[in-house]
């Protein structure tokens, strides 16, 4: 049975998860686990779950990856993978890496990428991916801060690698071709064994040390765990909607968490086809891997969906045809109202936001396809996570009362420490049981949580604690306006006042009257008192490469201030 969908768009009716209020009030993570034949003392290497329980199953010849840059295509099988990544842990052996040891991923996304870092983790080795976004002092600084035994990047890449300032680091491998004092990676593939005895992992044997964006400072490398299996496969079914036949993508670079819990763990765990695409951003390059690929299930960013919107056409699915597409997700910033318009007339298909940090290691909170869609809501927990809003003191507060997200520890994905800093780690829960996640938030009445903004970000006027989000939210439904950013600064009067920062449409001038407009614009829709006293146009916010505002640099700039750690601003 078929459902008529927005614009009359067919959507299937059936969804992975049926019921939501009884999966919540029933669910144990033991049903995950029982699922994937996980046993309490059995082995928990989860690239053996990955990659090894389905290759040896029925989709040994189903393709796991298919990537493609715009020039070419490359498939991998859930059987090749199996073989590849098995070489890539020999490779590791005789370069000496030991379980636990350190190997840096500083290479763009594409097979090798994908076959070593499935490899590190299949071999007891924790994978250290780095954007190659970074420069050499950034690079440099990582490599030196993980301890990296070796690494795994390209000939181009390579010169940002400055080993005579990394004591530790013994083996760099060149996946294109081979230098002084380098391993030759496809030499070294063809001479290693395809056969691989996985050494058995335990919950807590840390897999990853992923660095944060540093939307709020300077990054900290937080570690994951093999633990994390059922929470990847149980979100990806129940929030992504992942099922067997779908293509899959998530168009997220593997050097963020969305990339790797979202772009590696969740889809090979439930078998599923992904999509790599690493090219330049297009609408006409998007919309053609959408399209030729025919993907069903898209997780991408709410940047990603207005650039889309303004370059792209406006009726995407009629001009090409994506027939396939039946899910839409967003990750990585706060979804307004406005795209979720927008992608009902593009695509005749809701967007499903959802939200986790590099911290949590995965879904937290989301909007579930059988319950109701509260356009700009962050949505429900996840079945098996309560989540609450809680004041300075640690106390639960009620509903739409604003405070600070918190979650109940002990989630199956959830961070297991922050390398070499144990006191920062500790700040994290120092409201026991909860994990504080420095995110201003209220939870309404029917049990939805809307985001308002980090801590830090708070604008404390006349007494009232603002979040900077709602103006933000308001702002970008002005047809002038494509971005803002809104931040609080000293005021002798009010303690704080409000001011915009807004990318303007290529169509809109910037003059004080579109600057009044925009003030009665906010006074009319959101109320007086936050309304911004200063709006000023510039042509780019600063966004960490996973989209998030970093209001910090606005603030600082304004101000005058350093700006603090800018290695992960995108570009």
């Known amino acids: 049975m078929r459902l008529k969908g927005t614009k009359g768009r067919p959507e299937v009716e059936r969804n992975n998860l049926a019921d939501y209020e009884r999966a919540y009030a029933t669910f144990q993570w033991s049903d995950a686990e029982r699922e994937l034949g996980l046993s309490p003392d059995g082995n928990w290497n989860i690239a053996v779950a990955a990659v090894d329980r389905p290759a040896l199953g029925p989709r040994a010849h189903k393709a796991a990856f298919r990537f493609c840059d715009g020039r070419g295509e490359e498939n991998l099988t859930f ?10 842990a020999n490779v590791l052996g005789t370069l000496g890496v030991r379980p636990g040891e350190r ?31 970074l420069m050499a002092d950034a690079v440099t600084e990582l490599l030196r801060d993980s301890e990296a035994a070796a690494v795994v990047t390209t000939g ?101 968490v969305a990339g790797i819990s979202y772009g590696i763990w969740a889809p090979l765990l439930l078998g599923v086809t992904s999509v790599v695409y690493h090219g330049e951003f297009s609408a006409a390059a998007w919309y053609e891997v959408l399209s030729k690929y ?56 809701k967007v499903y936001d959802t939200w986790w940090m590099t911290e949590t290691g995965g879904l937290i909170i989301a909007n579930f396809r059988c319950l109701p869609v509260k356009p700009g809501s962050m949505g429900r927990p996840i079945p098996g996570v309560h989540a609450a809003v809680i004041d300075e003191k640690g106390r639960e507060l009620p509903p739409l009362e604003m405070g600070q997200l918190a979650i109940r520890a002990g989630w199956p ?21 909860w994990y504080t996640t420095g995110d201003l938030a209220y939870r309404d009445a029917d049990g939805y949580f809307w985001f308002q903004g980090r801590v830090d970000d708070v604008i404390k006027k006349d007494g009232q604690r603002i979040g900077p ?52 614009f906010i006074e009319t829709r959101l109320g007086s008192h936050l309304v911004p006293r200063e709006i000023e146009a510039c042509q780019a916010l600063p966004r960490t490469r996973s989209g998030k505002i970093m209001r910090r640099v606005l603030k600082a700039m304004e101000l005058g201030l350093p700006g603090g750690d800018l290695s992960t601003m995108d570009d």
């Open 79 to 88: 059987g090749e993978l199996r073989l590849l990544t098995n070489r890539f």
């Open 103 to 133: 190997v840096a991923l500083f290479l763009p996304p594409g097979p090798e990428f994908y076959v070593s870092f499935l490899g590190i983790v299949k071999s007891g080795a924790v994978a250290v991916p780095l954007s190659t976004a």
């Open 156 to 256: 181009a890449l390579l010169s940002r690698v400055q080993r005579e300032h990394l004591a530790a680091l013994r083996s760099v491998v060149l996946v294109d071709g081979d230098g002084d004092g380098t391993v030759a990676y496809h030499r070294a593939m063809d001479e290693a064994c395809g056969s691989y005895e996985a050494p058995a992992a335990g919950r807590e044997t840390p897999m990853l040390l992923l660095y944060t964006s540093g939307s709020t400072g300077k990054p900290k490398g937080v570690i994951h765990v093999h633990g994390g299996i059922p929470h990847y496969y149980q979100t990806g079914r129940d929030v992504l909607d992942l099922r067997g036949e779908d293509v899959y993508w998530c168009p997220a670079e593997p050097s963020w």
């Open 294 to 349: 025919r993907v069903s299930v898209w997780y991408t960013t709410p940047t990603a969906l207005r650039r889309l919107m303004y370059t792209g056409p406006a009726q995407p699915a009629q001009c090409y045809g994506l027939k396939e597409l039946r899910h839409i997700l967003t990750v990585g910033e706060p979804l307004n109202p406005f795209v979720i318009r927008w992608s009902s007339e593009a695509f005749g298909l």
């Open 413 to 433: 994905a959830m961070m297991r420490g922050i390398w070499r800093d144990e006191e920062k780690y500790r700040e994290y829960f120092r409201f026991p049981p």
């Open 469 to 520: 989000f709602e103006v933000e939210s308001k702002l970008v439904e002005h047809p002038a306006v494509v971005e803002a950013g809104v931040i609080g600064k000293p005021d002798p009067l009010w303690g704080e006042s409000i001011k915009a920062f807004v990318v303007l449409h290529p169509d809109y001038a910037w003059s004080p009257q579109l600057a009044t407009e925009l003030q009665q």
